[in-house]
């Protein structure tokens, strides 16, 4: 049954981008993990974010209905098919279940099938690709395992998952607050120094990178992101 008391600060398309995200996560020293970059969006997506919602796939889909029944909208489901490329452990029935129940995305360390119907559905799926054959194995009866590995990549229910385009991250829900605060602020910066390109004034010159290179030129320990504090400037580049 869905926890409608789980509030979560992130929902779909409200996530920052996971390149604001991974700036944001590294100032800060907080662990974003990236999920191995081989695994990539069915269709390109805009970015989203929700709490984690892991599991063990063992080869049937009672264990994945388990886990959406549990789920509330707004999560990711996260399975762990330990990377089999010989079979695809989601397809059609089980992501539309997962989008009539309000789940954000789907994320599988493996494969899926039912290609051109899952792009009809619409619900963001991340995989390692497509393959025809469903689950080879006949798994024993069994209460599901509330955990993913990610090729070694732990997920938990105490982790957000956030995905793009550019990849998956997956964060500590106790920092995502103040990892997606400061994404957000890391995303204006750069609208603002890209709209400002637009009109005319080059990167170069908002960094005033010319006076970093003269300063450089005296202090060959200089960097950018110093020059560019000491003035009170963007740092975002």
């Keep these: 049954m869905h926890d409608a008391t789980a509030a979560t600060p992130v929902s779909g398309a409200s996530a920052p981008p996971t390149a604001a995200l ?22 390109p997506c805009p970015p989203l974010g929700g709490r984690a919602r892991p599991v063990t796939h063992l080869g049937s889909v009672d264990v994945l209905l388990e886990t959406i029944d549990d789920a509330a909208p707004g999560d990711v489901l996260v ?26 995305a789907v994320v599988v360390w493996g494969l899926h099938r039912d290609t051109a119907q899952l792009r009809e559905i619409g619900l963001p799926v991340f995989s390692l690709g497509a393959c025809p054959y469903g689950p080879r194995r006949v798994p024993p009866a069994g209460r599901r395992m509330p955990t993913a590995f990610l090729d070694g990549i732990a997920v938990t229910e105490a982790d957000h998952v956030f995905a793009d385009d550019d990849g998956v991250l997956v964060v500590a829900s106790d920092r995502v607050d103040d990892v997606v605060e400061l994404a957000r602020q890391i995303q204006r ?15 170069r010159r ?9 300063r450089q030129a005296s202090d060959p320990e200089l960097t950018l992101r110093r020059h560019l504090q000491e003035h009170g400037g963007a740092i975002e580049v």
């Design 22 to 43: 991974a700036d944001a996560a590294l100032r800060l020293g907080v662990d974003a993990r990236l999920a191995p970059v081989a695994i990539r969006a069915l269709a």
């Design 189 to 203: 910066t750069e609208t603002a120094q890209a709209d400002q390109m637009r009109e005319g004034t080059s990167l």
């Design 206 to 214: 908002q960094l005033d990178f010319a006076g970093y290179r003269e």
């Design 79 to 104: 399975i762990d098919n330990g990377g089999r490329l010989d079979e695809a452990c989601i397809g059609d029935l089980m992501v539309l279940e997962a989008e009539r129940a309000g789940l954000a």
